[in-house]
């Protein structure tokens, strides 16, 4: 089997199972002439059972207008708002609080996400989460 040349790699955040050809999905795939729908379609199958949540995929495009993709964990933002029940976190982060993250909520987190993160301990994951929870305004105690 020849391996086919890769044009391009496309990441972008979409919501599970509710994916539309609307943007930022048209735009990102149609500049590389992609069946959009096909993209859609099958993401949304893909991604049924995790409705609710946001998913990043990473599509890969080919030379000869095919893609593939792989779908990653929600982002860890995400994370931490399902966790402690927070819409969004502050719009002034360092001044203004929008909730409390503990150390154990912060390690779980890590573990989940642990695939997608560079790195290799419980502890430094739980060090990531925490630096994304400080940065969206949320104390870590």
Known sequence: MVAKKVKTIIKLNLPAGEATPAPPVG???GQHGLPIMDFVRTYNEK???KKGQVIPAVITVYTDR???F???LPPVAELIKKKIGVEKGSGK???????VLTHAQALEI?????ADLNCDTGEAAMKIVEGTARSMGIKVE
């Open 66 to 68: 095919t893609f593939s």
């Open 70 to 72: 792989i779908t990653k």
């Open 110 to 114: 890590g573990k989940e996400k642990m």
């Open 27 to 29: 735009p990102a795939l």
């Open 93 to 99: 982060a360092g001044r203004e609080q929008a909730g």
């Open 47 to 49: 991604t049924a059972d």
